[in-house]
């Protein structure tokens, strides 16, 4: 039987995480820590509740990989226990040699080096499967968390004139610095 949600080339699998579909089982721990004011601070949701993740499960559902303007969600869960602690997305940007990406964890997660290996595997799915060019990260400038994971992956960063009040930063990364980082590795 076809998955509810579906991605041919997931699940992926790290040394600690794997990366696959959202499944409706996810929706209460997506919820909880989207919920949370340090995980909200700088992303672009107030107040989350468990109506608005299931809204946002409706939308995920009938969504094929690739097409443009879309945001394809990706959950990040443990390798050992299935548990979701995390979600990461693309956003295939109508360029087609190029996309955006975003990364959330759950608190609990955090300062163990997950986001680093889940978004190290989302950026091979990037350059290695799907053959872009480019990836962006848009931050906002005051996420340092965010700024260093970035960095720590080859990104570099300059000021973006941001279309709202915040300040926000533009991270961008070819695939040729990928792929000089990791023959240097
Ligand atoms: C951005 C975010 C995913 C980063 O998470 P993170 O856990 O700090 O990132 P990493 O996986 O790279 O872990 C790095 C931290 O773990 C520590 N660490 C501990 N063990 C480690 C290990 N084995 N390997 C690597 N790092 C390890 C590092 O020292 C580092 O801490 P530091 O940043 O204080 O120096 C997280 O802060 C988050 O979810 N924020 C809210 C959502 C958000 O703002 N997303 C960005 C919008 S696009």
Not at 46 to 67: K, S, T, W
Not at 114 to 142: C, D, M, P, W, Y
Not at 161 to 174: K, Q
């Amino acid at each position: 039987m076809m998955p509810e949600h579906h991605c041919r080339h997931l699940p992926i699998e790290c040394k600690h995480l794997l990366l696959r579909d959202f499944r409706r089982s996810d929706l209460a721990q997506f919820a909880a820590y989207r919920a949370n004011p340090d995980i909200a601070r700088y992303q672009g949701w107030e107040d989350f509740h468990i109506g608005d993740a299931e809204e946002f499960f409706a939308i995920q559902l009938p969504l094929r990989f690739g097409v443009a303007g879309s945001w394809y969600q990706v959950a990040i869960a443990s390798l050992e226990t299935d548990r979701m602690i995390g979600d990461c997305v693309i956003h295939f940007t109508g360029d087609e040699t190029q996309v955006e990406i975003g990364f959330t964890l759950a608190p609990e997660a955090h300062g163990r080096g997950f986001a680093f290996e889940a978004v190290s595997a989302l950026i091979e799915l990037v350059f290695n499967t799907l053959g872009k060019q480019r990836i962006i990260a848009i931050t906002h400038a005051h996420n340092d968390a965010a700024g260093r994971l970035l960095t720590r992956l080859g990104f570099d960063q300059c000021e973006h004139a941001s279309e709202g009040a915040d300040p926000e930063r533009l991270h961008t990364l070819h695939r040729n610095q990928w792929e000089a980082a990791i023959n240097t590795n």
